[in-house]
Every structure is written in structure tokens, then in C-alpha cells.
Nanobody, 122 residues
Framework: QVQLVESGGGLVQPGGSLRLSCTAY????????IGWFRQAPGKEREFVAA??????GIVYADSVKGRFTISRDENTVTLQMNSLNPEDTAVYYC?????????????????WGQGTQVTVSS
């Protein structure tokens, strides 16, 4: 069974940090570009960051540039989130795309995880 599982979400104060992980089960992430998206209540799912198969081609949304870092190692892709603010509160999803696409369109990704909640609040 092909499955992506996100972990590492939680409650953090403004200015704090969290580290999200995306792990694959039933397949290897080596052959896929990986994207992170997020969805806040009442809003569309939006692109956060993406990384190509060999770790190149990293792309960030302007809203997280300089604060978030995406990286990959074997079968896990990590999103390090620093200087978090309440506007970062959302469910965060990782997605895998076979074509190497690292753009912001959800249609470019084939597999999705169930999401992990990130809440930034004092």
C-alpha cells in the first residue's frame, strides 16, 4: 500500500520552530519530487516548498522564504520551520510527484499524505 505520512506538527509559540517529516511507506521517495502544502481553515490549499529527486531544484513560496528549509535524506523529506507566526497555522501536507515537477500546482503531485496540524499561538 502506497502511503505518505507526515509527522512533527504541534502547538508552538510565535517565533518558535517546528520540524516536519514526510515518510513513505510502500514505495521509495527516491524517485519522486516532494512538495509541502498547507491549508488553513476556510482557505485553499497552498504551496509551501518543493524539492526534486536528487535534492536540487528547491522552490519556496514567498511567504516562507528565509524561514523554512526543505531537505531530503533517504526516504524522508523534512521541512524545518523557523520564526513561525500565527499566519503559518494550518494543516501541512506532503505530496509526491513522479514527473519531477516542483511547482505550486496540486495537479503536479500524484500521492498525498493525510496532513499534520501546525498551530502557532501564544
Amino acid at each position: 500500500q502506497v502511503q505518505l505520512v507526515e509527522s512533527g506538527g504541534g502547538l508552538v509559540q510565535p517565533g518558535g520552530s517546528l520540524r516536519l517529516s514526510c515518510t513513505a511507506y510502500g514505495f521509495t521517495l527516491d524517485n519522486y519530487a516532494i512538495g509541502w502544502f498547507r491549508q488553513a481553515p476556510g482557505k485553499e490549499r497552498e504551496f509551501v516548498a518543493a524539492i526534486r529527486r536528487l535534492g536540487e531544484g528547491i522552490v519556496y513560496a514567498d511567504s516562507v522564504k528565509g524561514r523554512f528549509t526543505i531537505s531530503r535524506d533517504e526516504n524522508t523529506v523534512t521541512l524545518q520551520m523557523n520564526s513561525l507566526n500565527p499566519e503559518d497555522t494550518a494543516v501541512y501536507y506532503c505530496a509526491a510527484g513522479i514527473t519531477g515537477y516542483t511547482g505550486s500546482s496540486k495537479d503536479g503531485y500524484n500521492y498525498w499524505g493525510q496532513g499534520t496540524q501546525v498551530t502557532v499561538s501564544s
